[in-house]
Antibody, heavy 118, light 111 residues
């Protein structure tokens, strides 16, 4: 069965970096895009962008350029989200999600809580 | 870029029908498909409607979606409400450059 398993919670200080992983299984990783979605505490969903898992080409939504980087390691069917120069407002749950069934966000990871605090 | 506006909250009794709206700020609602996601507390979202009115396998037919070009909005209707339907619901669409947008979410209370 399709699974997206994300790395565990992170506690980081302002200015540090974090790398969240999303390991896929149960389907051909390079056949479907991987999206990233942010959810700040008590807030709604924000689409951060997506990465073409075949070419590695990323597309970033407005507000997620510069400090946010999507990457892949296709040898282990894993997508990554790296955030640099962390700020308190980056505190959120970050989800990966793929579009296998409908072309939209069918399968989601369990989410990774990133907390930025001094 | 456009915005999708949803009511912050709605409430209804078990067995009743509720409709959640999602209004697009610019561009035609009919020009790009609308999806709806359900998020229960502490869980990841799941798709309940895609491409305006299609239900993924496993989603009960109590869930239905529609669009209304006159109000430039989409709607999610849940009939025969059950307590398990209590959740946050998000609409989502995209623009011609394939930039995706979520609505702000609607908290459904079934009381």
């Amino acid at each position: 069965q399709v699974q997206l398993v994300q790395s565990g919670s992170e506690l980081k200080k302002p200015g540090a970096s974090v790398k969240v992983s999303c390991k896929a299984s149960g389907y051909t990783f390079t056949s479907y895009a991987m999206n990233w979605v942010r959810q700040a505490p008590g807030q709604g969903l924000e689409w951060m962008g997506w990465i073409n898992t075949n070419t590695g080409n990323p597309t970033y939504a407005q507000g997620f350029t510069g400090r946010f980087v999507f990457s892949l390691d296709t040898s282990v069917s894993t997508a990554y989200l790296q955030i640099s120069s962390l700020k308190a407002e980056d505190t959120a749950v970050y989800y990966c999600a793929t579009d296998i069934l409908t072309g939209y966000l069918d399968y989601w990871g369990q989410g990774t809580l990133v907390t930025v605090s001094s | 870029n456009f915005m999708l506006t949803q009511p912050h909250s709605v409430s209804e009794s078990p067995g009743k029908t509720v409709t959640i709206s999602c209004t697009r700020s610019s561009g035609s609602i009919a020009s790009n498909y609308v999806q709806w996601y359900q998020q229960r507390p502490g869980s990841s979202p799941t798709t309940v409607i895609y491409e305006d009115n299609q239900r993924p396998s496993g989603v009960p037919d109590r869930f239905s979606g529609s669009i209304d070009s006159s109000s430039n909005s989409a709607s999610l209707t849940i009939s025969g409400l059950k307590t398990e339907d209590e959740a946050d619901y998000y609409c989502q669409s995209y623009d011609s450059s394939n930039r995706w947008v979520f609505g702000g979410g609607t908290k459904l209370t079934v009381l």
